[in-house]
């Protein structure tokens, strides 16, 4: 019997998205369709390794998404897909980002959108499995002279992420520690070019944090 294709989901903010085609009309270039973010390498990877897996992934990130825009997002982008396993990283477009008419999402609210996000999830896709992604930051670039404001903000999402995932029994990939002590090793600019997006070298990093995680729960299973 032949198996069952398993879609996976990545979705998100620019992290994710990794400059991918979104237009309809570019629908036919598959050589863009997933950007060049940690999804793309992990896609490589899995997608590899087991061909017989029959995997399928998507990628769904929207550069400059907060949680209140994913949230909006749910019954266009990601429902509609019927993924079998969705990943999500959102968080540090929530928070202090430099406008005048812009202001950090309370941790709260924060808490409150995810959860009623990941509640209708289950509601509409009862069978579909849950990877929660830490917000993270790095001290580089433009974020040198407001980390500790950006670092403060941004662990409060990312304890909300922890929580969640104990909650709705969703793997959990923790990133900001893994982040802090390569930061140790090089410069911090070799992982992420201005503090919130990522180098080529911290999107495999993410990749690698991930496969980490999930550690064949997802895919060595016989």
């Not at 903010?13 to 863009?32: F, M, P």
């Not at 304890?159 to 995932?165: D, H, S, W």
């Amino acid at each position: 019997m032949e198996q069952k294709e398993t879609i996976i989901l990545f979705t998100g903010d620019s992290i994710t998205d990794g400059n991918r085609y979104k237009k309809k009309e570019q629908e036919w270039d598959l050589n863009h369709q997933m950007g060049h973010s940690y999804a793309y390498i992990i896609n490589g990877i899995l997608g590899s390794r087991y061909p017989e897996k029959r995997f399928h992934f998507r990628n769904k990130g929207v550069s400059g998404n907060r949680i209140i825009d994913l949230y909006a997002r749910l019954e266009t982008d990601l429902l509609p897909i019927r993924p079998d396993i969705l990943s999500i990283l959102v968080g540090v477009n929530d928070g202090p980002i430099d406008k005048n008419d812009y202001f950090p999402t309370p941790k709260e609210k924060y808490e409150r959108l995810y959860r009623q996000m990941l509640e209708e999830v289950y509601q509409e896709l009862p069978e579909c499995r849950l990877i929660l992604m830490e917000p993270f930051v790095c001290k580089a670039g433009k974020l040198r002279k407001e980390y500790e404001i950006w670092r403060e903000c941004v662990t409060g999402y990312a304890e909300v992420v922890q929580k969640l995932a104990g909650d709705f029994h969703a793997i959990f990939v923790p990133l900001q520690k893994e982040f802090d002590r390569r930061c140790q090793e090089i410069e911090p600019e070799y992982w992420s070019w201005d503090g919130v997006h990522p180098t080529e070298n911290g999107h495999g990093l993410i990749a690698m944090e991930w496969l980490k995680a999930v550690n064949g729960i997802l895919y060595d299973k016989k």
